[in-house]
């Protein structure tokens, strides 16, 4: 399994429009069969950062899927960015709330 996760920070400005542009991407990367999600997605505290989750069967078809990168109109609203990929050898559900403590 192969995670790509992080934040991208664009222009002032044009964060939505970026995410605009982003929508082709997500919907051709869901629609992927090695994809298992795929989503970038405006950030509820800072108005000029997006973050990025992804998550592959494998690196080669995500090799394919990115191909050349973005296009240069939207790499052209990314001012920085600190996305990562990371191999994970190992899933199980994760704990969403404390586990319930049984009483003495």
């Not at 869901?30 to 997605?41: I, S």
Request: overall charge neutral; some cysteine.
């Amino acid at each position: 399994m192969i995670i790509v996760a992080g934040r991208l920070y664009v222009r002032a400005g044009s964060r939505d429009r970026f995410l605009a542009l982003s929508r082709p991407a997500m919907e051709a990367a869901r629609a992927h069969p090695a994809c298992r999600d795929f989503v970038v997605a405006a950030d509820p505290l800072e108005p000029d950062r997006v973050n990025v989750y992804e998550r592959w069967d494998a690196w080669a078809p995500l090799r394919a899927f990115r191909a050349d990168g973005p296009s240069p109109e939207l790499g052209a609203l990314i001012e920085r960015s600190a996305v990562a990929e990371y191999a994970a050898d190992v899933m199980r559900p994760a704990q969403t709330h404390p586990p319930k403590q049984e009483n003495p």
